[in-house]
């Protein structure tokens, strides 16, 4: 659906009240922006972040012996996951205090990365070259919807998550009596829709929202 019928749905949701159309586009956009530029909603407890084909990218890490920090790419927003193709398993993505706690004074294979300062850093430092691949989302270049015709980024099926968004946080701006019982209906939009957090991503210990 384009951002019109998006507008027209949280209006009807929320009355067909005609004072609200400039608190209703920020409503809208605010929802917009949380489902692409965050990995995990404040109203969810574990959130995967969803697929944009438009906005996942990859980019090669060639690592170099002794050398454990790396610039992330230009466009870069939050890493997805990082895959050690010479080896062949999947790094960890840890905070900056666990590496500031647990980083190892020697070096091997890394098996950590840490996005900190636009830099990838690496634990253990590399003590050869390694084929390092990261996937990750990318900044949007229009953050916001503004012309009628505008469309979201996400896939159609998560169109309907912009509506419930907006719409609960329309209703709860207004005092609505009825505001908890949307807050459920985005709750179990998202629930329903999003990836289980796996055994890997809990070990990460980390949430993924990042602002550059």
Request: glycine share 6%; charged share 25%; net charge negative.
């Amino acid at each position: 659906m384009n951002y019109e019928t998006i507008q027209l749905l949280v209006t009807r949701n929320l009355g067909n009240r005609t004072d609200i159309a400039p608190y209703r586009d920020h409503w809208i956009n605010s929802t917009y922006m949380d489902l692409v530029t965050t990995g995990k909603f404040p109203e969810v407890k574990h959130f995967a972040p969803i697929p944009v084909p438009e906005l996942d990218g990859s980019s090669p890490l060639v690592t170099a012996k002794s050398d454990f920090d790396y610039d992330v790419p230009t466009d870069f927003l939050f890493p997805i996951s990082m895959y050690n193709e010479t080896s062949g398993y999947g790094l960890k993505l840890k905070d900056v205090r666990w590496y500031d706690r647990k980083r190892s004074t020697t070096e091997g294979r890394p098996y950590y990365y840490v996005i900190y300062a636009k830099q990838i850093l690496l634990n253990s430092t590399p003590d050869a070259v390694y084929n390092l691949a990261l996937r990750y989302r990318k900044k949007l270049v229009l953050p916001v919807l503004i012309n009628p015709e505008d469309i979201p980024v996400v896939g159609e099926e998560w169109h309907e998550g912009i509506v419930l968004g907006a719409t609960y946080r329309g209703a709860r701006s207004l005092n609505f009596p009825n505001a908890e019982t949307w807050l459920n209906d985005w709750r179990n939009f998202i629930a329903g829709h999003s990836e289980q957090t796996t055994e890997e991503e809990e070990d990460a210990d980390i949430g993924l929202n990042f602002v550059w």
